[in-house]
């Protein structure tokens, strides 16, 4: 059965730290893995990553994509209470997109 | 830009109704799907479509109903609401065949009392 498996379900902070968000997937006909930020209504975009090994960046949000080991982090450094939300990590098969339950971030000041 | 609309951003329904949520889409994406979200368990696909005409079963088929007239359209029926349905629903579009982004309506809070 496909699946996508987000870890930690939730985490807590504060301002200044670096976090590491992991997503794990086994699907078939995989096609790209996204992830997304979810604040108080739509998710939306941050990265897509389609081949293995080549690091996305946006200022202080990072992510990398392993075909082989079959998973994906998305790092982010110097938190700001602004990075509070939910993170989603999501698989693009063939004719769908399935996501993980995401990760809860919360950065205290 | 309209991008992703979705219509009512609420409703209350009472178990048994039934109704229809809208979801319009102007980037002439070919691909729509219907996602439902409850605390604690991320995005689960209900439907989807990849163009007019067409449309497949996702995760949590059961107890709704897809039709895809037109590229822009692609609404939701809940034939008899129960409040097992009661969820936040979203409904997002892409390209087909490209490794693109899905961009989301901003939800519909639906409450099955």
């Known amino acids: 059965e496909d699946k996508v498996v987000q870890s930690p379900l939730s985490l807590v902070v504060h301002e200044g730290d670096t976090v590491t968000l992991n997503c794990s997937y086994e699907v078939t006909n995989f096609r790209s893995l996204l992830w997304y930020k979810q604040e108080k209504k739509a998710p939306t975009f941050l990265f897509m990553l389609t081949s293995s090994g080549i690091e996305k960046k946006s200022g202080r949000l990072s992510s990398i994509l392993d075909k082989k080991e079959l998973f994906s982090i998305l790092n982010i450094t110097a938190t700001q209470t602004g990075d509070s939300a939910v993170y989603l990590c999501?698989?693009?098969?063939?004719?769908?997109?399935?996501f993980g339950a995401g990760t809860r971030l919360t950065v205290k000041p | 830009n309209a991008g992703v609309t979705q219509t009512p951003k609420f409703q209350v329904l009472k178990t048994g109704q039934s109704m229809t949520l809208q979801c319009a889409q102007d980037?002439?994406?070919?691909?729509m799907s219907w996602y439902r979200q409850d605390p604690g368990m991320g995005l689960r696909l209900i439907h989807y479509?990849?163009?007019?005409?067409?449309?497949d079963q996702g995760e949590v088929p059961n107890g709704y109903n897809v039709s895809r007239s037109t590229t822009e359209d692609f609404p939701l029926r809940l034939l008899s609401a129960a409040p097992s349905q009661t969820s936040v629903y979203f409904c997002a579009s892409s390209y087909v065949g490209r490794s693109t982004e899905a961009f989301f309506g901003q939800g519909t809070r639906l409450t099955v009392v």
């Open positions: 479509s990849v163009g007019a005409g067409i449309t």
């Open positions: 999501a698989v693009r098969r063939s004719n769908d997109m399935r």
């Open positions: 980037m002439n994406h070919e691909y």
